[in-house]
């Protein structure tokens, strides 16, 4: 089935940046990984493009097409699913943040929509130790406060993947992305003491752990406002 995401990318020519004349950037970074049978494989991409061109819009910052390859090894075994090493990916945002710095935008948002690229984290410190120049969005917090706000049940841990919010997005951004049964997908696995040694194989027979059966439209519009709120606080952090 061939289903077109293109609203999810930025369509802004040269001359818009021009105008719009940025010092912030807003990278989204999702993934190509396994959500078991009926999200997609690119469902932490556009998530994470569907959150930044949120605060894209709200905050006007300029707006970058995703990557779309990450950190996914803990999904080896499952159909689909690619992955790239952590040196490659902090490569690639170097690249693109001293391709920026050469253009004019000094500061970098990565918006994160997998949440196995923890190298992110890493990447974001190292760039912030002389300047503030980087920052990794949404955080814990930010997720946490999504979550309360659009009154969803469950909280991250249990609902890691493929689950109440990710459903909850897509069904508000992209619903097409969605196949017919994701309603009866429900698996819970709350000890996960090993997934970094034994991959999610050891813990969810589908390749969901969640819950999309409490995913709906409205609380993905919520938990979209709610993150573009919270985003504020980042923006201020960046420019002190």
């Avoid at 609203?7 to 021009?18: M, N, W, Y």
């Avoid at 990450?70 to 790239?84: D, R, T």
């Avoid at 992305?177 to 090993?194: I, K, M, Y």
């Amino acid at each position: 089935m061939l289903v077109r995401v293109d609203h999810l990318l930025t369509g802004a020519t040269s001359a818009d940046v021009r105008a719009q004349n940025p010092t912030v950037a807003v990278l989204p970074i999702g993934s190509f990984e396994q959500h078991g049978d009926y999200h997609p494989l690119i469902t932490d991409t556009a998530i994470a493009c569907a959150i930044a061109q949120k605060i894209a819009n709200d905050h006007d910052v300029m707006l970058l097409p995703p990557v779309s390859f990450s950190c996914s090894h803990e999904h080896a075994g499952f159909s689909g699913s690619v992955s790239i090493r952590a040196t490659t990916l902090a490569a690639i945002i170097s690249d693109i943040k001293e391709s920026l710095i050469t253009s004019g935008v000094q500061k970098l948002v990565l918006v994160n929509g997998h949440g196995g690229n923890y190298i992110l984290q890493n990447i974001v410190q190292e760039a912030n130790v002389t300047d503030r120049q980087m920052t990794l969005f949404p955080g814990p917090l930010d997720w946490h406060s999504a979550r309360t706000d659009s009154g969803m049940k469950t909280n991250a841990h249990e609902d890691m993947h493929a689950g109440e919010l990710e459903t909850s997005i897509l069904l508000h951004v992209a619903p097409e992305l969605l196949r017919s049964g994701f309603e009866t997908a429900d698996w819970r696995a709350d000890d996960r003491q090993f997934l970094l040694i034994k991959g999610m194989t050891a813990y969810t027979t589908s390749g969901v752990i969640g819950f999309p059966s409490l995913g709906t439209k409205e609380k993905g519009r919520l938990a979209l406002e709610s993150l573009s709120h919270g985003f504020k606080n980042h923006l201020q952090a960046l420019a002190e």
